[in-house]
């Protein structure tokens, strides 16, 4: 099976035992931006004077991420990427979790912390990393070492991952402060005179910036 930038993101950020790695808080935002990052790596959507414009309405056969497609294009309204991270973020997990569960890449089980609270976990079936999350992880480090080598979708994840601020999950064998410093110059030579480059910044800021704001207000 295909498998999406956000269903890539979401086995990044669960651990071997079904929970999230600490990372759960931005998890919707970060799967909202890398729905739009497909998107516009697949020539769906593009920015058009800080707006993202709907070119191409041909599904891409990735469910939560064509239901994407189909709520931008339905909109009237000219929409920032950070505006949509915010609309797209909205119970976005549930979708990537139930379409990893129905092609048999996770699993879900009911548990219970301290015999008290429910909680829902999504370990693979055969307790083992999934063979997409090996294979990624294996290529986004390949990107820190020699990122003329690396892939678009691959350098589009490590992107997320560095806006995100989940370098210690995703990356914990590595010092923290150099691998998020050398993701952040490796997004920014990557993405230099490719188009889809400043759409990949936007989403970054915009990740950011609706991630912190909703946590303020939170508080």
């Known amino acids: 099976m295909t498998i999406s930038l956000a269903e890539e993101l979401v086995l990044l ?19 909202a931006g890398a729905h739009l990052v497909e ?22 056969g990735a469910a939560s991420v064509d239901a994407a497609l189909v709520t931008i294009a339905a909109d009237t309204k000219q929409r920032k990427p950070k505006d949509w991270i915010y609309r797209l973020s909205k119970r976005a997990r549930g979708p ?17 912390v301290m015999r008290i609270f429910p909680v829902t976990r999504y370990p693979s079936p055969d307790g083992t990393p999934p063979a997409a999350e090996v294979e990624r992880r294996r290529l986004m480090r390949e ?21 995100l601020d989940w370098v210690k999950p995703v990356f914990p064998d590595l010092p923290q402060r150099e691998t ?11 993405w230099a005179g490719i188009a889809v480059g400043a759409f990949i910044k936007d989403i970054q800021v915009a990740l950011i910036m609706t991630a912190v704001i909703a946590t303020t207000a939170a508080s």
């Open 180 to 190: 998020k410093k050398r993701l952040k110059e490796l997004g920014e030579a990557h």
């Open 39 to 60: 998107l516009a790596l697949t020539e769906r959507i593009e920015v058009r004077d800080g707006t993202v414009t709907v070119v191409d309405t041909t599904p891409t």
């Open 96 to 112: 990537v979790l139930d379409g990893l569960v129905e092609a048999g890449v996770l699993e879900r089980r009911e548990d219970r």
């Open 143 to 163: 990107a820190l070492e020699n990122p003329a080598d690396a892939d678009a979708r691959t350098m589009a994840l490590c992107t997320l991952v560095e806006a």
């Open 13 to 31: 950020a669960y651990n071997d035992d079904g929970a999230p790695q600490g990372t759960s808080t931005w998890m919707d935002y970060g799967i």
